[in-house]
């Protein structure tokens, strides 16, 4: 089991920045495809963005251009740096670790970011 904990969530205008921070504990990090998923109310959990163990990054249409996604696997972190955020954003954001050949990983608690004025 791999412990996901996340931080950087919280409440911000439209047009602002967050960025969040995923640690994990495990010393295989640098293995793991990171993941950044949200989950809207009432809405399917969907990818934001990945990043491979070689560095490939990956990101949902709706945040192309807005939101990058890093690692550092020294530190086994994974970020998410989230700029011009609207609305739409609102959502309950999560860490997601897994192997490449696994369809599906390691869950963190989650953060929530929300928009609004």
């Known amino acids: 089991q791999v412990q996901l904990v996340e931080s950087g969530g919280g409440w911000v205008q439209p047009g602002g920045s967050l960025r969040l921070s995923c640690a994990a504990a495990?010393?295989?990090?640098?293995?793991?495809?990171m993941e950044w998923h949200r989950q809207a109310p009432g809405k399917q959990r969907e990818v934001v963005a990945s990043?491979?163990?070689?560095?490939?990054?990956t990101y949902g249409d709706s945040v192309k251009g807005r939101f990058t996604i890093s690692r550092d696997n020294i530190r086994n972190t994974v970020s998410l740096q989230m700029n011009s955020l609207n609305p739409d954003d609102t959502a309950v954001y999560f860490c997601?670790?897994?192997?490449?050949?696994?369809?599906?990983?390691?869950w963190g608690q989650g953060t929530q970011v929300t928009v609004s004025t």
């Open positions: 997601h670790a897994k192997l490449p050949m696994w369809a599906s990983g390691y």
């Open positions: 495990d010393n295989i990090f640098r293995q793991y495809i």
């Open positions: 990043m491979s163990p070689t560095g490939s990054e």
